[in-house]
């Protein structure tokens, strides 16, 4: 029943943007929403340089990687099992540091970013989690909330923001679940929501689908579409072949840790 | 953060982690309730200790207007103390004054003192002598012949051995050493237990760091949850060594029959000690533990 | 790297069956390996009669199931999100009572089913986890070793199995990594293992790709699809549209907890 | 489940979860500790107020061959028991035999008795009195006119008054009381670390039933755990215990210096009950708190 909603929820095309709070405002107006730790002035929202991970003692996740992503783009990251995506995430949150290269988010370099600063960071980088990290004891409403929350947002934004974003993934009637009473398929959802509910001005999904019967993940995907056409820049890891071919949006393909393919207009397999 | 958020947050919090919270009062309660006992009993056994010195003195009063005809010139104590002084088997001559007295006096039963016009309290001499079994010989060495003239009455020390005297200072002793040694070791059990609970929530806190949190928002709560635990064990404790006080004092007091006089410290201090120790373990064991999972 | 691996283990194609441990014995061997709970005489694996399961207090996970399903076959269960599958699966390994209806498995009824036979039915059914459900504290070897070492299996046994079928799963380089230091498919991949590498005569899978790129999905289906044809019942929950499609096995579908279509040469939507 | 497996699993699981093994075994260890001292300062307070009650009794030693010319007759003997059972200050009056004397002192100083050859020790009466205070009047009252025939010397009880056997008595009643209350504290204390420590395992309890181990596959590691950890707690409590004896025995006997002969219970036997009790509250401690979580 709750796939209904997702359907007429998002279904109803991408000419009704500015109808709903995540994807409402037009032109870029999700940077004025939080404190700016990401540079708005500059064109870039992403760089990897020449970045390097090995995991001690001898696993090399990413191997001399280099790209540049640009404010507002949608990007595919592709990949065996493996090759070193969920690593590339863990860069971009400073939850890792590179063993060599240089990353920069919204034109902060991340190795030189101050402990204190990554709070900052975090709040400005919505994250769907490939094992969806939702706090195990607060409810689905609570995981978002929490979100909210830690940026400081007033009780009453929060009463309305949390089942806004809950109703836009379809789990109006899951507010009061915890985690454990969820299936799959809903807490990747509640994760989803809670990474686009403070309207982050770079959004990073780790396999936001994984989980996800077709149908559903057609209404995730519009839902992303419309945020990132509202100025949000996407960054996603997927396996879903047929998603990734008929979008023909920017694909960054990995294997075994190094840049094999940066393609404008790519699909999931080189042609 | 907020204080009405960083409430509602702990509240929260300890009402989600009930196995967890429910542990570390445990152990608050425990560690504080032998505490308080130990406090109590050793603080006790001081002033027993004090008491069983104090009666090995011989003590020397000096006549005043009302039990002599006339009070004791400053010339016959002066003799008095140098007899005392000179005298082989005396340790130290104490001189406490009438006005010494009173204040000694008001300290200990105030309710007396209140309804005095004048003092009653003649000047005295305190003397410890060398040796508690020679308490006898110091207090006749003095009657004898007569009384030095100004003396009105020399009391004797009880009939105390040595013996008891150390008894009662190595109960003092190792009551405090216990008291330490508990004090010490609540502080490590229950920092202990807040360990283990929070280290059972550390998935929790990775995850409230990976979407944003600050070290002190993470933070906050847990103290704020520590603190709790430690208010709430630190209260139980308190009451229930109310209950074993009225419940068992009496009948060892009893037996005691003639040491009523012997006194614990007040009820009050040892609470307010508990109190402390319960809350400062359990705000700041938090507290520390915590930074060790904030680096993520 | 370990991609490849799978694929020159897995690909070889169906004929080399019996070349390796886990599809090795062919015809019904899996049953004489471990301790009879299921009924071997029986043509039938798992019943489902009337099957009705409520989340205390309002939530109809599955509402008048039934389906009986052979020995041998290859089912597929599919259904949007939250439409019950994982709640069957649960039901089929007794960690939940259904809460009207009877499930029976290899001819017991797991409602009368004592607490102390419920290992032995653990055992007896190979199960990959949609969360994985690795231990934490073990490498990827010892959790495999662990489900080999709970039905008392020597250890030169184990010491043998463990390597043979972590090499299955493309995994050989990963024997001795925690599981928070495996990627998510890599995690996918071990829960796979430990499923098979007793050789149970039921193997449920859910969404047993849903971590994975699409090459390495066909290597496991492969792997799956070998282990079928050597006797093994498999029911697997998926979300994977094109392999459904593909394969033309039974099909399964749930909807909001009904049993919507169960179709012997289906595809993942109805025609 | 084999005996091997089942260690090789419980050392696993210790390596892999130090966190919670270091928090356990402090428990033990900080617990029984404390139990320790206070079993040990308890039989040291009884035996106190043992040698204190002792030192109020008259003892009448009768005469043997060795001190007078000839022994006690049975007729003398009975003499002084029925003019002590007429007084009226006399409570109880107790016949300590040659032989049973000389049990005593074997059992006393064993060292001492191996090499007599015959039975040097008279016959006895202990005499107590019903007042503390009465202690001299008995002993003067069978002295008065002159000592009764047969008998060769009459030993005055110390100057002991009936408060120091009072407070002996009290003493002995509140080291029992906080050994009591320290037993089950540490017991709770025990329980409630390894409850936490498994607690923060469940989910790992969960998978491993999840993938078909029996309740017993999966509670024998962890009771062996907790038995470890009992065991080791313990043995350094014990260890611990040794020390602290060693370093303040001596600083404590020499300002009791006559009371040499009070004597605490054993090191042995402390030893013992501080490991049978961290070990049984280890193992069973987790034995039982993991059934709670079985039922998956
Ligand atoms: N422990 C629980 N308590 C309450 N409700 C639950 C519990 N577990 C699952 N549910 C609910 O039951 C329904 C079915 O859950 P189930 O996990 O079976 O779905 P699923 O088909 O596996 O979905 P997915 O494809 O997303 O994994 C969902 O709506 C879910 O919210
Ligand atoms: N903490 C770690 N310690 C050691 N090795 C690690 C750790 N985390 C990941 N790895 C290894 O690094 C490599 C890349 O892992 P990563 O999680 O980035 O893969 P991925 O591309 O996300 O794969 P998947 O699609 O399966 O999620 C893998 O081989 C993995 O085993
Ligand atoms: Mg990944
Ligand atoms: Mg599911």
Redesign the interface.
């Known amino acids: 029943m709750q796939e209904s909603d997702v359907h007429t929820q998002v279904a109803p095309s991408d000419a009704s943007t500015g109808a709903n709070g995540v994807a409402g405002n037009g032109g870029d107006p999700l940077f004025e929403s939080v404190e700016q730790p990401i540079d708005p002035s500059s064109g870039t929202m992403i760089v990897f340089e020449r970045v390097t991970k090995i995991y001690e003692p001898n696993v090399s996740a990413l191997n001399d990687v280099s790209f540049a992503i640009d404010k507002g783009e949608f990007v595919f990251v592709v990949g065996a099992s493996g090759s070193g995506k969920s690593t590339m995430i863990r860069l971009l949150l400073k939850e890792l540091e590179p063993t060599s290269g240089r990353v920069v988010v919204g034109g902060r370099d991340l190795t030189r970013l101050k402990r204190s600063r990554v709070p900052l960071l975090r709040r400005n980088v919505g994250c769907v989690f490939q094992d969806f990290k939702l706090l195990p004891n607060r409810t689905a409403g609570g995981n978002i909330a929490y979100a909210l929350k830690v940026q400081g947002e007033s009780k009453a934004s929060i009463r309305r923001n949390v089942p806004e974003v809950l109703s836009l993934v379809g789990l109006s009637d899951k507010t009061g679940s915890l985690p454990e009473e969820l299936s799959g398929g809903e807490q990747q959802r509640v994760s989803i929501a809670r990474a686009v509910v403070n309207h982050p001005p770079l959004l990073i999904c780790d396999e936001p689908t994984g989980n996800l019967d077709p149908d559903t993940s057609v209404g995730i995907m519009q839902l992303l579409y419309r945020i990132n056409r509202a100025g949000t820049t996407i960054l996603m890891v997927t396996h879903d072949r047929e998603m990734v071919d008929k979008m023909r949006k920017r694909v960054i393909a990995l294997e075994d840790g190094r840049l094999a393919r940066d393609e404008r207009r790519g699909g999931y397999t080189s042609e | 953060m907020?204080i009405k958020?960083l409430f509602s947050?702990s509240f929260r919090?300890l009402a989600?982690?009930v196995?967890?919270t429910v542990?570390a009062t445990?152990?608050v309660l425990?560690g504080m309730?032998?505490l308080g006992?130990?406090i109590a009993?050793g603080s006790w056994a001081q002033d027993?200790g004090e008491t069983q010195k104090e009666k090995l003195l011989v003590k020397v009063y000096f006549c005043t207007e009302d039990t002599c005809a006339k009070a004791a010139t400053p010339a016959q104590i002066n003799a008095v103390r140098q007899q005392l002084a000179s005298s082989r088997l005396v340790d130290e001559v104490t001189f406490v004054s009438k006005a010494e007295a009173l204040d000694r006096m008001r300290r200990q039963t105030p309710q007396l003192v209140e309804n005095l016009s004048s003092n009653p309290l003649p000047d005295a001499f305190e003397v410890k002598a060398r040796d508690g079994a020679d308490v006898k010989l110091v207090s006749a060495s003095l009657r004898q012949p007569t009384k030095p003239p100004g003396v009105e009455e020399i009391k004797d020390g009880?009939?105390?051995?040595d013996?008891?005297v150390?008894?009662a200072?190595?109960?003092t002793?190792?009551f405090l050493?216990?008291t330490i040694?508990?004090l010490v070791?609540s502080a490590?059990?229950i920092a202990?237990?807040i360990?283990?609970?929070i280290?059972?929530r550390r998935?929790?806190i990775?995850?409230?760091?990976?979407?944003?949190?600050?070290?002190w928002?993470v933070r906050g709560p847990f103290m704020l949850e520590g603190l709790i635990c430690g208010v709430v064990g630190s209260v139980i404790a308190i009451v229930m060594l109310l209950l074993a006080k009225e419940a068992?004092l009496p009948a060892?007091t009893n037996?005691?029959?003639?040491?009523s006089d012997i006194q614990a410290w007040p009820f009050v201090y040892v609470s307010a000690i508990i109190l402390v120790v319960g809350i400062t373990v359990g705000a700041v064991g938090s507290g520390l533990t915590i930074r060790r999972f904030l680096n993520?």
Do not use: C, P, W, Y
């Open positions: 907020r958020l947050e919090s989600a982690n196995s967890t542990a445990m152990t425990i309730f032998l006992l130990f009993l027993f009880d009939e105390v051995s013996q008891v150390n008894v200072r190595v109960l002793l190792a050493v216990a040694v508990l070791s490590l059990l202990n237990t360990r283990l609970s280290f059972s998935r929790e990775e995850v409230m760091k990976l979407v944003g949190a600050t070290n928002f068992a060892i037996r005691l029959s003639t040491s993520v």
